[in-house]
């Protein structure tokens, strides 16, 4: 329950990352794939508190549909993939993607790219996105990178990712009871999770609106660079 608070508050504050945050503790207690399946609800639940900050919904979906397209694909495979995955490989690309891109971002600066054109990426980020999702419900890396590149200033970020991550949470929620993975006790834990998940997440918002727009991408960059060491060091235990 602590690490989906722990969660939670990461979200509040910087709009994504309570899967991420949440298993980087809790994987440190129980079974990956229990860590993985007790975040579905919690994360469900937080988005669609995050996606009612705005009520363009309907925009939203509409500009970044091929995003959603390769979401959804993405999603889908990947739930299937997940009971065949080894938890070692998995840790190793996930938190190596996340803290490369971290580390990029913070020591160099890229120069100014035309949103419109990154914009065309949505499919195949949607698409790599969703696999990540999918099998781990830890999706956010390429959505971090995408929406970085975007320029999307803070509110537009967390609306944005508040509707896209809420349509794959039901989609990852409706995955997840068909092949079995959230079932029995670990449906009972993620849906007790909700509770402390919302406690943080309302705390972490009310220190977002004290964040400048730089504050705030310095704050998102460390929270997952530090979370993806810590997910490459628990898949080399592993090893």
Request: glycine share 12%; hydrophobic share 55%.
């Amino acid at each position: 329950m602590a690490a989906l608070f722990f969660g939670g508050l990461v979200k509040g504050t910087v709009g994504i990352g309570l899967p991420t945050a949440a298993f980087v503790i809790s994987a440190n207690f129980v079974a990956p794939l229990t860590a993985i399946a007790a975040n579905v609800l919690p994360m469900l639940v937080t988005n669609v508190a995050q996606a009612g900050e705005s009520r363009n919904w309907l925009a939203i979906a509409r500009r970044e549909k091929y995003l959603l397209i390769g979401w959804a694909v993405g999603l889908i495979s990947g739930a299937w993939i997940l009971p065949q995955i080894s938890d070692f490989f998995l840790l190793l690309i996930v938190g190596a993607m996340v803290s490369l891109f971290c580390l990029i971002e913070l020591l160099m600066r890229w120069p100014v790219s035309d949103p419109s054109s990154i914009q065309k990426l949505g499919f195949p980020t949607g698409l790599v996105s969703g696999l990540l999702g999918g099998i781990s419900t830890l999706w956010a890396s390429p959505l971090l990178i995408y929406y970085t590149l975007r320029q999307l200033d803070k509110q537009a970020f967390i609306v944005t990712t508040g509707l896209v991550l809420t349509i794959g949470g039901l989609i990852v929620l409706v995955s997840y009871v068909a092949n079995g993975v959230l079932a029995g006790e670990r449906l009972y834990l993620s849906a007790a999770g909700c509770v402390p998940a919302m406690a943080g997440f309302l705390l972490g918002k009310h220190i977002r609106s004290g964040l400048s727009q730089a504050m705030f991408r310095k704050a998102l960059l460390w929270v997952f660079l530090i979370a993806g060491l810590t997910i490459i060091a628990r898949g080399l235990s592993l090893g």
